[in-house]
Antibody, heavy 118, light 107 residues
Framework: EVQLVQSGAEVKKPGESLKISCKGS????????IGWVRQMPGKGLEWMGI????????RYSPSFQGQVTMSADKSITTAYLQWSSLKASDTAMYYC???????????WGQGTLVTVSS | DIQMSQSPSSLSASVGDRVTITCRAS??????LNWYQQKSGKAPKFLIF???NLQNGVPSRFSGSGSGTDFTLTITSLQPEDFATYYC?????????FGQGTKVEIK
């Protein structure tokens, strides 16, 4: 059974750094793109970018390029999303998302709520 | 970026109704169009890929059609568990943009 299990909710202050994780299991982690989707409170879904754990190829959405860093550790089948300096506007739910053969999102993590507040 | 536009943004319908949601791409995306369902407080659920292919386990009352720039999601005989927000997404070119969502509410 394919599973994506994300790290728990975070409460941070503006300017702090953060790294959230997504552990994949039940499939070949290195042969599927895995990405991140943001959902701000009461808003729609925003595709942030994807990484191919097999060779760490990364494609960022221009809207998120330079704002976040994606990475993956294939030895522990875990993908990461990190910020070096959080802003209040980063407050959102973040979902990790496996992309299938047609680049559809065929599996979703349960979400990690990130709250940034002074 | 390819812009995805859904209509309507929301609709009210009754159990048993036929519901159609439209998704339009700002440029041709062949059949690289996917649909998701999201219930309040939950992660999205994958419904349809490549415009018309149902994910395993998705009820047959859901169907998708279209190619190029215009696509539809149809729910025949709406069930109580179908009240949710539906999103289309193109996976033709980076970034893989979503539509703004269509909220299906109970009339």
């Amino acid at each position: 059974e394919v599973q994506l299990v994300q790290s728990g909710a975070e409460v941070k202050k503006p300017g702090e750094s953060l790294k959230i994780s997504c552990k994949g299991s039940g499939y070949s982690f290195t042969t599927y793109w895995i990405g991140w989707v943001r959902q701000m409170p009461g808003k729609g879904l925003e595709w942030m970018g994807i990484i191919y754990p097999g060779d760490s190829d990364i494609r960022y959405s221009p809207s998120f390029q330079g704002q976040v860093t994606m990475s993956a550790d294939k030895s522990i089948t875990t993908a990461y999303l990190q910020w070096s300096s959080l802003k209040a506007s980063d407050t959102a739910m973040y979902y990790c998302a496996r992309h299938g053969g047609y680049y559809e999102i065929d599996y979703w993590g349960q979400g990690t709520l990130v709250t940034v507040s002074s | 970026d390819i812009q995805m536009s859904q209509s309507p943004s929301s609709l009210s319908a009754s159990v048993g109704d036929r519901v159609t949601i439209t998704c339009r791409a700002s440029q041709r995306i062949d059949s690289y169009l996917n649909w998701y369902q999201q219930k309040s407080g939950k992660a999205p659920k994958f419904l349809i890929f490549a415009a018309s292919n149902l994910q395993n386990g998705v009820p047959s009352r859901f169907s998708g059609s279209g190619s190029g720039t215009d696509f539809t999601l149809t729910i025949t005989s709406l069930q109580p568990e179908d009240f949710a927000t539906y999103y289309c997404q193109q996976s033709y070119s980076f970034p893989y943009t979503f539509g703004q969502g269509t909220k299906v509410e109970i009339k």
